[in-house]
């Protein structure tokens, strides 16, 4: 079931083994979030071309990463890193970043989304990192609607999502200690979609989840 969505800021170069597994694992993913430079950088990087072309011949979406600031970055940064993704990369959805929970923004992320569409992106993921107001539902295939480290996740209760029930639910999770079951506890929470890695501190999402570590173990 892919369920997996795998957001690994790490390089190809240096952690070949890494994406190895990403791409092996293709059947259980969702996506692969694609983040060269905090974005797509200045200029093409050879090494993630050649990872997002394998990914994409595994049946893989592959989606670009672009940070909003909270409303704050102008939309046409927004859609000028989408559109670099695309010509570099090959990616066929958006991962975007730092979007605010509240309606007050909705009106700018429905004209980025729609700008996001015209440039390619099939796939539109929505990175809140909390519970957003249902309108977003209405321009996004997924919804983060938790990033935050395990023992804050353990804390949350399950919440009935109040809006569309169409739109998936994602929960990034970091700091999970072996042997948890943080998949269990994404499905007990309504996430359809997740991913849980053992990483700490300022860069987390340089680990893999755990079940990429030890694919013989992966249900």
Known sequence: MSTLLVPYYEHPSARP????????????????????????????????????????????????????????????????????HRDWYGTDGAFLDQVPSGPEQFEHYQKLAVAAWGVGCGTLVLNHGTAPHPCYARIADVLVTFEGTWESYRALPPQQWPGDSGVRLCHLVYGVPPGADPEGLARERGAAVHCAVPGTGDHPWGTLPYTLHNPENAP
């Open 17 to 84: 083994a890494e994406w190895d597994r990403i791409v092996a694992a293709a059947p259980r993913l969702y996506g692969v979030v694609l983040n060269p430079a905090s974005g797509p950088g200045d200029r093409p990087d050879a090494a993630f071309a050649e990872v997002a072309g394998r990914l994409r011949a595994a049946g893989v979406r592959v989606l670009g990463y672009a940070d909003t600031d909270y409303g704050r970055r102008a939309a046409t940064d927004v859609v000028s890193d989408l559109t670099r």
